[in-house]
């Protein structure tokens, strides 16, 4: 971790201070020198680091897309494909202990220590420089956030559930400065929670709000973005009063959603043939929603309007694979989610064309993000979440209503309702499900399997092939691979990248 933070260290130096933004206002009129030895001196050069979007709107967290019941990985399917699927992606899919922790393509964990290095950079200047007292004071807000959020990402992919039972286990290595003396060893998981929520209230302080001259600025701290962001935590500390709090916050100020029925289109059509050479071939044409046209330009992906802050869920495979159990979660004829973002045939696109075998995959933004950032959406999500599990199931479908209004085609299928606060919860966490696959679920089962309520828990289990550190061994019979309520897997395996680079002072996590 020591070397792996200096290395951050050098580019963030070298690289993110100098990078002015791609999308949004330039603040430095000169970059300064590409040295090490950089000299950060106005409150400008600061923003020009903390406006750099390319260093924080990526999250490439595999836990996430591989390890939940959204995603799908049979045998039927890698047999259609083998060389489509990675092994790294494969072991994610089974929980793997044994042979992730080698895999040197993981580095989600270096890349949240990245930001939280920037915004060390970010506090570590901000009352050092000139420029006005308030463009300090939104700094520093700004960076506390950052690392709140970073922390959080970190603490619910490589660390065990936060309760009472886990809270002397081990947590993260804390950093709050840029020194390299700072112990690197993992602190326990009760001090990593106070970190976050210390960093919480000081970016709570924030007084900037999302909307500025009239157009919303998705890709830095706001108000709205910091109670977003506060609503996602409390609600996965099970504390629906705060959750409720932050999320009615977040929507007073900022409510607008984008409109399926009249905002989402399909763009550019791809076409393609199956069965080459054989008697079968055919060309299919797949049907892709406009978002997915540009992959290189942010414009579209900033410009989301129901960001409160932009963060994507990045897929470096370019297949979200959806389980059955997702697809039959939606109306697959009214709800216009399934329309755009359930791309029929995408199997195609991945190369399983001879045999050609057809599967759908989930599309957003190009074919590799997803919008993780905390929305206008996922607000409503969390605030008539805290109405059913408080009683107050008919209010939570009023609201939940409001979002199904902007999802569906108009029709008596958009309004639900609730005969109980059991069936109130239910409805809204598949609600939740269809708004928000891949990006939000690992976290969810998580909180669903450590709360009160046994109703909502999640047991994990494939059948599949077995596999090694290079191998899927298919030759051999399928078995059975289960991640159950209470497993130590549900914190991931840490890179021995890190434990290497720290001297052995980070440990992994005990299985």
């Not at 836990?63 to 049979?74: H, W």
């Not at 190009?366 to 605030?383: C, H, N, Q």
């Amino acid at each position: 971790m020591k070397l792996r933070y200096k290395h951050s260290i050098n580019i963030v130096l070298l690289l993110s201070a100098v990078a002015v933004l791609s999308s949004c206002d330039k603040y430095l009129g000169e970059p300064p020198s590409k040295t090490s030895s950089l000299v950060v001196t106005t409150t400008d050069q600061l923003n020009a680091l903390l406006n750099n979007t390319s260093t924080f709107y990526t999250e490439g967290n595999r836990t996430a897309i591989y390890s939940t019941d959204d995603y799908y990985m049979g045998t039927d399917l890698y047999n259609a494909g083998p060389g489509t699927f990675t092994i790294a992606g494969i072991e994610f899919a089974m929980w793997d202990i044994n042979y992730l922790p080698d895999d040197t393509r993981e580095i989600f964990w270096s890349n949240e220590y990245k930001k939280i290095f920037t915004a060390n950079l970010a506090l570590e200047y901000a009352d050092k420089v000139s420029g006005p007292d308030a463009d300090k004071a939104t700094i520093k807000a700004d960076a506390h956030f950052v690392r709140a959020y970073s922390y959080w990402e970190l603490a619910n992919t490589y660390c065990l559930p936060y309760t009472d039972a886990n809270k002397n286990e081990a947590g993260l290595p804390i950093k709050n400065s840029v020194s390299f003396d700072e112990p690197v060893a993992r602190q326990p998981l009760s001090k990593v929670y106070e970190q976050i929520e210390s960093d919480l209230n000081e970016a709570l302080r924030i007084t900037l709000p999302l909307v500025q001259n009239g157009k919303p600025r998705h890709w830095r701290a706001s108000t709205a973005a910091v109670r977003g962001f506060a609503a996602r935590y409390w609600l996965s500390r099970n504390n629906y009063t705060l959750a409720l709090k932050y999320a009615d916050s977040a929507l007073t100020e900022y409510s607008t959603l984008v409109d399926y029925n009249t905002n989402m289109r399909y763009g550019r059509d791809v076409s393609l043939t199956i069965n080459p050479g054989t008697p079968n071939a055919q060309t299919v044409t797949l049907k892709f929603p406009y978002t997915h046209d540009n992959q290189t330009d942010l414009t579209d992906m900033i410009g989301w309007k129901e960001f409160l802050y932009f963060r994507m869920l990045t897929h470096e495979s370019w297949w979200y694979i959806p389980s059955q159990a997702l697809l039959n979660l939606y109306d697959q004829t009214h709800d216009l989610r399934y329309k755009y973002h359930m791309v029929q045939n995408y199997s195609y696109d991945r190369g399983l064309i001879k045999p050609a075998y057809s599967y759908p995959g989930y599309i957003f933004f190009f074919k590799d993000r997803i919008p993780s950032g905390p929305t206008v959406a996922e607000m409503l999500l969390i605030k008539a979440e805290c109405q059913a599990r408080t009683g107050d199931y008919n209010s939570a479908m009023n609201t939940l209503n409001i979002l199904r209004a902007k999802r569906m085609t108009p029709g008596a299928w958009v309004d639900l309702t609730a005969s109980s606060t059991d069936d109130g919860i239910k409805k809204v966490l598949e609600e939740r499900r269809r708004e928000m696959p891949f990006s939000q679920r690992w976290f969810d089962i998580r909180r669903f399997n450590n709360n009160d309520d046994p109703n909502d828990d999640v047991s994990l289990s494939r059948t599949f092939y077995p596999y090694n550190i290079s191998t899927v061994m298919t030759t051999q019979a399928p078995v059975e691979y289960s991640l159950p309520k209470n497993s130590r897997r549900f914190a991931a395996p840490l890179p021995r990248t890190e434990m290497i680079s720290s001297n052995g002072l980070i440990q992994q996590n005990s299985y």
